[in-house]
């Protein structure tokens, strides 16, 4: 591990290829301008596929974070050239924001890669594009958000209508799994709406963002519309949620986390929206195309190295296709292979700390002494950078810790179920309830289980897909409030009922 961090973005850049851009490493973006934390304080961030760090990031304190909340709120103001913008313009700036992300895309996809120890795989065909795609989608909304006339029913004259406003100045801290399609998902619908922001990447992955900080100047949003504080949890982002001067916070995390954020947001009455953890059972009837179901399930679990919220980590297997879906997955499982993120045909890359690293291994323990087998991996890959086999543990029951537990890595926790009623009392025997998945080629079956199953997220002889217009968010202890689609409109915006007296 390099022990003075000396790399700018232009030379983590120029490693690869001449770089096209310099996003400001060791800054804060203010105002609309990059400028130091009044601490002069910095942190490293670094590359998980090597444990080097990258390059500095400015670590903002309370004082930074009231600069921004205040550069936010003065861009609220009813004056402000933000709040003047019709949403035609506002529209435009969004689709602007989409097209300088394709525009910049392979670079983009390369900091991410970097940052996160991804493949290169992925940052490119998925990360990076949907988050543009996820400004597409969302330009399209500021002329369409529209309030309603109520028909009167109290007696006498009156005209009733409703506006839609925004919140105003918005926290949004997001986690390190997937650095820009997260802060996508937040920043294009509070924008749409017109709100002003305050957003906290995670301390692992600040760079993407950023990068993105300068697009939205490229792009000509207005000063203070769009403010980074980087920094860490306990202190930048519990400053956010401290702050009188921050209308709502947005948090993508951890149950913990977010029990805290709802604690102390209610100190300000904060509207909170959480996204928050997961245990999504994959459940696999005998009656499903097993060779599909199994390739499936592989992405289910393994893709992004099993860091996802949504990650199929309970694969319930119905017992008479057992065998026959088993061999599938363990064949596979056993062929996929960690290897350099920006290779390009690497499919499993780092995962994000040496921290975490041990965490999720430490899970491959806990089944052993619970009573599963590990039929597939199980091990740490090399000792440079966090790489670990991908992983399947056999013999598991839904009460162990191993079914229970997010682990948030590669580990798949594999369950034999008998009929239909035991798989779906199990699947819902958890404390979570993000998403879920089903296999059968029965579609009474698939639509009846897919009503049962307690998850936000639902999906029938597919796994993990998400789309900018379908709504997505928990159930339980994955968090309440849905983002994307027209769902994330009613995130961000106020509603205001307007009477006018017609009597007379
Ligand atoms: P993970 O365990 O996956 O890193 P966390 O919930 O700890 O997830 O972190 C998600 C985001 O929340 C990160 O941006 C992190 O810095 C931030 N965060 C962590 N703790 C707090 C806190 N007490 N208050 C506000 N934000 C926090
Ligand atoms: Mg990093």
Redesign the pocket.
Known sequence: MAETPTATFTDILAAIKPAKANPKPGKLFINGEFVDARSGKTFATMNPATGEVLTNIAEAGAEDVDLAVKAARAAFEESSPWRKMTPRDRSRMLWKLADLIRANAEELSELETLDTGKPIFESSRFDIPLAAECFEYYAGWPTKITGETIPNTAGGEALVYTLREPIGVCGQ?????FPLQMLAWKVAPALACGNTIVL?????TPLTALRFAELTLEAGIPAGVFNVVT????T???A??EHPGIDKIA????V???K??MR?AAKTLKRVSLELGGKSPNLVFADADLDTAAKYALGGIFFNQGEMCTAGSRIFVEEKGYDEFMSVLRGRAAKMVAGDPLHPKTRLGALISAEHLERVMSYVAIGRGEGASVAVGGERIGSRGYFMQPTVLEGVTNSMRVAQEEI?GPVASVIKFADLEEGVREANNSEFGLAAAIWTRDIKKAHRVARSVKAGTVWINTISTTDNAAPFGGYKSSGFGRELGRAAIDLYTETKTVWVDLNG
């Open positions: 801290i997001i986690p390190w799994n906290k990447p995670a301390e692992q920094g860490f949890g306990p930048t982002g519990a956010m949620v948090f993508t995390g951890s913990e986390v977010g805290e954020i102390t948030f």
